[in-house]
């Protein structure tokens, strides 16, 4: 048996872990799309590695698009496999995968107005909003905590890992030549306190653990200053300096938990009289589908309820969906709150927000979540002087700020607590994946520190024997 390390090897984008038993079954480990670096992205995200019409399965841990975001293109080259999964993953694919189409198809139309004037031949986008909408057929949803026979030799069981709605390790088993085989993924890790997701969960016992190093050499301040911080950066931007607040934000999880905590201020008399606008269609279909998840959202939230019927709403706040309502966002120069995909600010509507709000020094863009390298939101975090967006230069004024803290990824203390369940020696070898090279180098030291043998960080395309 071996496993291929395609995508978020050394890196924390793209996530695609091969395995391919003695018998010939493929099974692929998520599915992620390569996000952030421009046109080399595309290449990137058609070069595979492999034949999709050869995969069996696809296990996918969480819905996220650097996780799942290549399942409808692989689907359009022939796989037609299953794609396993919880059920709260898949009903956000369910919206996510179109969205995404959807948003290649614009930028690609764009595009290639572009290459038409310079006589250059246009280019397809790697898929439509049609080839995510078929390929759900594939998805099959698992309770968390269930074993799930795929076939007579292999099983899978998800346990939650408080990363996003319906996030969870996926624990394979798999019987060949007498023995079993168990090789946990952990996908990504969340952190021990959510706002509103019951905390991750011990996996059980494997033999190969592939785990996540985002945050390999950070430590996260407490959520409750996150909340403090959140407050103040809208005072001061909004009452005080008659401003803005831009919250570029991923449409799932980092936004419903800023709604979450924004609704509290407001049920506690604490959130100034602005208003507050949800810039995001993807967000307003996805905080429906945390509505219809309760079970696996957390006593906090559970207890919220039982007083506040809706958590994720309250009288200013607001929900844009189309086009004209966003765009009279950037016609009203009142001091407000507008949160809007994407987090790293490289595609979405938050690219026209910046656009018509950065070169403001009364406004502030608020960052509350990991921004790759390369990306947009990585220049303007770095301290760029401007900025390139949609093509035009814009120099940065807006005071800029970030609160880590409202990050979906543990710390490096986090995560080595979190696969501290294990027992050290049944772990064989730990691949660390997702994540940049010095940050995963940082928590390898981490991890030995703590007892942890046999670590080691992959790079794109190695191939390693699981004996």
């Known amino acids: 048996m071996k496993i291929k390390f ?76 299953s794609v396993i999964c919880t059920s709260a993953t898949r009903d956000l694919c369910a919206i996510m995968l179109a969205d995404s189409g959807h948003i290649q198809e614009g930028d690609v139309k764009w595009f290639n107005k572009r290459r038409v004037q310079k006589g250059l031949p246009t280019v397809e986008p790697i898929y439509t909003e049609k080839d995510a909408r078929a390929c759900l057929e594939l998805f099959i949803g698992v309770a968390y905590d269930r074993k799930f026979r795929i076939d007579e030799n292999i099983k899978v069981k998800f346990t939650n890992t408080g990363h996003m709605l319906g996030s969870g390790t996926a624990l394979l088993e798999i019987n060949e030549n007498g023995k079993t085989t168990r090789i946990a993924y952990t996908g990504d890790i969340g952190r021990p306190e959510s706002r509103i997701l019951k905390s991750p969960q011990p996996f059980p016992q494997c033999d190969y653990l592939i785990t996540e190093a985002t945050y390999g050499n950070r430590l996260h301040p407490q959520l409750q200053e996150a909340e403090g911080e959140l407050l103040r950066v809208i005072r001061e931007t909004c009452v005080d300096r008659g401003g803005r607040v831009i919250i570029p934000s991923f449409a799932i999880g980092r936004t419903q938990e800023v709604v979450y905590a924004l609704n509290k201020f407001f049920n506690e008399g604490l959130l100034p009289k602005v208003n507050i606008y949800v810039d995001s269609p993807l967000a307003v279909n996805a905080t429906d589908i945390f509505r219809l998840h309760t079970d696996i959202l957390n006593a906090d939230v559970a207890n919220e309820m039982l007083t506040d019927p809706d958590p ?16 009279k966002l950037n016609d009203n120069k009142k001091p407000c709150v507008i949160i809007s995909a994407s987090g790293m600010m490289e595609a979405g509507r938050i690219k026209h927000h910046l656009a018509n709000n950065i070169e403001n020094p009364k406004n502030t863009i608020l960052a509350v979540g990991y921004c790759g390298p390369r990306t947009l939101g990585a220049r303007i975090l770095e301290g760029a002087d401007e900025v390139s967006i949609f093509g035009i230069r814009h120099p940065v004024r807006a005071k800029i700020e970030r609160i880590e803290a409202f990050s979906g990824h543990g710390d490096y203390n986090e995560m080595a607590d979190f696969i501290s369940c294990q027992d050290k020696s049944q772990v064989k070898k730990i691949f660390l994946v997702h994540g940049e090279y010095g940050a995963q180098t940082a928590y390898k030291n981490v991890l030995e520190q703590r007892g942890f043998r046999n670590i080691e960080i992959p790079t794109a395309g190695e191939e390693s024997e699981l004996v």
């Open 312 to 327: 994720f709403g309250f009288n200013s706040l607001f929900y844009i969906k189309s086009p004209e309502e966003s765009k």
């Open 6 to 81: 395609i995508g978020a090897a050394r890196e924390v984008t793209g996530s695609k872990h091969l395995v391919t038993t003695d018998s010939g079954k493929k099974i692929l480990l998520d599915c992620g799309m390569f996000q952030g670096k421009g046109l080399e992205t595309d290449g990137m995200n058609r070069n595979l590695m492999f034949d999709p019409a050869e995969i069996d399965h696809v296990i996918l841990t969480h819905a996220h698009i650097d996780h799942s975001g290549l399942i409808p293109y692989i689907y359009s080259l022939g796989f037609r496999g």
